[in-house]
Every structure is written in C-alpha cells, then in structure tokens.
C-alpha cells in the first residue's frame, strides 16, 4: 500500500482561487490589499522565497512592494524599513524574511511591526493572542499544516499528534494550533531532549516532522496508516531533502512530501493572512 499523497500545489491553487473572488469583492469596496517584504542581505535561497511571493501576490490580485536592503544594513536602517512600512497605507501587510543576518537582532525587528500588518503572525502580540485564543494572523507554516489535513479529512480529533521540532515558526504554534477545542488533538512537541524519538512517533496517528534532519523519520518510525508530513528542509549537493526518507511512503496512510506538501500552503496562507487583514481592517472603516 502506497501513501495518499497530501497535494500542496493543488491545494494551493484551489486556496488561491477563493482567495482572488475575496481580493475581487475586497477592490469592490474599495480597499486594495498590498503585501511587502523586507529582505535582507544576498542569500540565493531567501531571494528565491521572496520571488515566489511576489509571483503568488499576482496569481490572487494582491499589490506587492519589495524592500531590499543589502546585507551590510545596521539594525537601524532595518527598523526604518519597518517603521515606513508601519505608516504606508498602501502596505495592509508585510513580512520581514528570515533568517536575518547574524549580527542583527531579529526579536526588536519583529516586535516592531505593526500586529495589525503582521503576515506571518510571528509578532509577540499575535503570538500571545494564538495563545489566548483571540482572533489574529497564523503563523503560516502551523496553519497550512492545518489546512492540508482538514482539506483531505485526515481526523484529528482525539487523534495523538506527533511534533518534532519546537521553534517559533512551526513546533511550538502548531502545538498551539493543534490542541484549539476546534482541531482536538493531544499533541506531543518532541526535540533534541527527546528520550525514545521513534516510541513518540510509533504511537501517533499524525507525525509532522520539522527537524531539519533528513532520514529522521523511516517506514519503522511510524505506526503503518499514519499521516506523515514531511516539513524539513536541508540544503545538501544533491538539492533540497526533507526529514522524511522516501521509502516512508510505503507504510505511511498520507504523506505530504517536500517538496510538493506543506511549503505551497505555507505561501498560500500568507496571502490568506493579507486578506483576512484587509477585510479587517475594511469592516472597521
Ligand atoms: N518571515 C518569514 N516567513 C516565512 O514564512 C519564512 C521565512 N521568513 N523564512 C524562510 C522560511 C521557509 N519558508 C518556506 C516557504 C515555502 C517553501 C516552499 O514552497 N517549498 C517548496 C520547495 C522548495 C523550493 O522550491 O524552494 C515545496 O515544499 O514544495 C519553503 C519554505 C518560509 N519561511
Ligand atoms: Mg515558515
């Protein structure tokens, strides 16, 4: 038996279909969201990001204005970036790409948005509200994972989830997403800590690797049927590989691959953010 694949693109591309007749209907009462991006410095693999964002931005109809700074910029001229964008009305949204060269402090920077024009939902504010559980931006990568398995039915009420990985990014919200009364998961985080990796992972009908570890999770990992989602990423001379070997498609129930699986939905929930902002900010006027 062979994994029912968990298609990001084509899952995107339905997203991206619902979400330009709400860009449409968002013009029509004359607001037009625009998204930014603050990219810092020449690493080939951040530009390729920030390309595709701009590309996504035309596919549904959003505005996008591009910030480069290059790499030699002071936490200064970076918060300037911020601060100008904070006030541009025709920005309703932004992200600053990361990782941010070393010697600059990324904390202040993101702090330092506005939380109303948070894209990524990684601003204190809107990371304290997900905990509260207050309507906001989601981090986007947590809410794609999300979305993928609500779109294909993979339940996850009751189910046992396991995490791997604990950063800001993706571990630590999706835990947050995943126990919401409206997903039910029990939910465990794992992490270099972990005593028995593969005994965590054995037990749950839901494993979502997020290491940056290739080869971590094989077919014996895992309980046979269970969803797999592969969310690592590591640079290597053969290209981009995941932290799911490949063979794992024989024993898992679904896979989202990488590529292919859950980094076109984190690009399509970004732009949902956009919208959901703007049709925020435009019920209040
Ligand atoms: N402020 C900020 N927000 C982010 O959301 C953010 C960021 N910084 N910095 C970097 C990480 C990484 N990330 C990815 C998004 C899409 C794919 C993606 O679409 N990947 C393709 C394959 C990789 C490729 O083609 O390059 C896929 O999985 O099919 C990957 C990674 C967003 N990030
Ligand atoms: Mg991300």
Known sequence: MSATIL?????RNTIFAELRQRVDALRARGVTP?????????????????RGKHRDCAKVGIESIRVDLPATASQGEVEAAVDELNADPACTGYLVQLPLPGRLDAGTVLERIDPAKDADGLQPVNLGRLVLGEPGPLPCTPRGIVELLRRYDVPLAGANVAVVGRGVTVGRPLGLLLTRRSENATVTLCHTGTRDLDAELRRADVVVA????????????????????DVGITRTAEGLVGDVAPETRETAGY????????????????????????????DRA
């Open 210 to 229: 997020a290491a940056g570890v290739p080869g971590l999770v094989r077919p014996d990992s895992i309980k046979p049927g269970a969803a797999v989602l």
């Open 7 to 11: 298609d990001g693109k084509a899952t």
């Open 34 to 50: 625009g998204l930014a991006t603050v990219l810092v410095g020449d690493d080939p693999g951040s530009h390729a990001y920030v």
């Open 255 to 282: 896979l989202a691959p990488m590529p292919g699986g859950v980094g076109p939905m984190t690009r399509a929930m970004l732009l949902l953010n956009v919208v959901e902002a703007a049709e925020r900010a435009a």
